[in-house]
């Protein structure tokens, strides 16, 4: 499988925007570490190829936090992507394992269930703009629609696909963005939509190429494009050990104590999952610092 990578590019003679990703190797890298059934790896990797489009507009340590708040069993997805490519993300009920809704179609949908979907942007000012709006089809690329149309006035098409394989694993994930840029003609419009209809299932497209060349070209097909940028897709978590040691010392000085007396501290981070365990005389360093 080919390395992952978000392009950004124009088409139709400037008239619409657009943005392609391939992601299949983050989302198997997520599915890994979280060892989740197919359904939630379907809806973490929906939901973490999504912000990266959502993050392909911001600029250098900038990033996006989108939140899957339903009461579905999944009981919430969790997705942060940064403007560098870098992604990360968590299912809350990884486990979940339910029936599918037609031969070889996950039930996204029902896993999310009903709810909000928020959606948050960092800036680099240290400004943090979040919006909020209904789940609408908890099939994760319709609500990025919505949420669009409805917080920032800009129509879209969005396709978010992640194909799962009989032993769990990721074979294919991608997704694309096309927005209409403003003053663009009905004609424009009209050959998106014609272009749109005429397209496989987006998981399939991207299980089947074999280079990020042949995605963009299975999916854009003669809508005259042009590539504007390239950026590499990877999971990345931003934790650390030095991290969680500001977490533990942020618990307080009885805490640490009580840790104490329980000889050790194992911490795991939701979004990556990794351990860091802590032992008496690391938790002894960090009780003397707290005081």
Not at 80 to 90: D, H, L, Q, S
Request: glycine content about 10%; hydrophobic content about 40%.
């Amino acid at each position: 499988m080919f390395a992952d990578e978000l392009w950004i590019g124009t088409m139709l003679d400037g008239e619409a925007r657009w943005v392609v990703a391939s992601t299949t190797n983050t989302v198997e890298e997520a599915r890994r570490r979280h060892n989740t059934s197919p359904v939630a790896t379907a809806a973490l990797g929906r939901l973490m190829t999504g912000t990266l489009f959502l993050a392909s507009s911001l600029k250098g340590e900038e990033a996006v936090t989108t939140r899957l708040l339903g009461d579905g069993p999944l009981g919430g997805v969790v997705s942060v992507g940064k403007a560098n490519g870098e992604v990360r993300g968590y299912v809350r009920e990884p486990n979940v394992d339910l029936e599918l809704k037609a031969p070889g179609k996950l039930n996204v949908a029902e896993g999310v269930g009903n709810g909000e979907f928020v959606v948050s942007r960092s800036l680099d000012s240290g400004n943090v703009y979040t919006g909020m709006v209904p789940i609408v089809s908890g099939e994760i690329a319709e609500d990025f629609a919505n949420y669009l149309l409805t917080s920032e006035q800009i129509t879209s098409a969005v396709a978010l696909g992640v194909l799962v394989e009989t032993d769990y694993h990721v074979s294919g994930s991608a997704g694309f963005l096309i927005q209409p840029l403003p003053g663009a003609s009905e004609e424009t419009i009209k050959t998106i939509e014609d272009r749109l209809e005429a397209l496989a299932g987006i998981s399939s497209i991207a299980a089947e190429s074999s280079s990020m060349n042949e995605l963009v070209d299975k999916i854009l097909g003669d809508l005259n494009f042009t590539v504007l940028e390239r950026r590499p897709v990877k999971f990345r978590c931003s934790c650390s050990k030095d991290k969680l040691e500001e977490t533990l010392i942020s618990l307080g000085q009885k805490e640490l104590e009580e840790l104490i007396s329980e000889g050790k501290a194992e911490l795991v981070c939701h979004f990556c999952n990794e351990q860091y365990l802590f032992n008496e005389q690391e938790l002894r360093d960090l009780l003397e610092r707290a005081r």
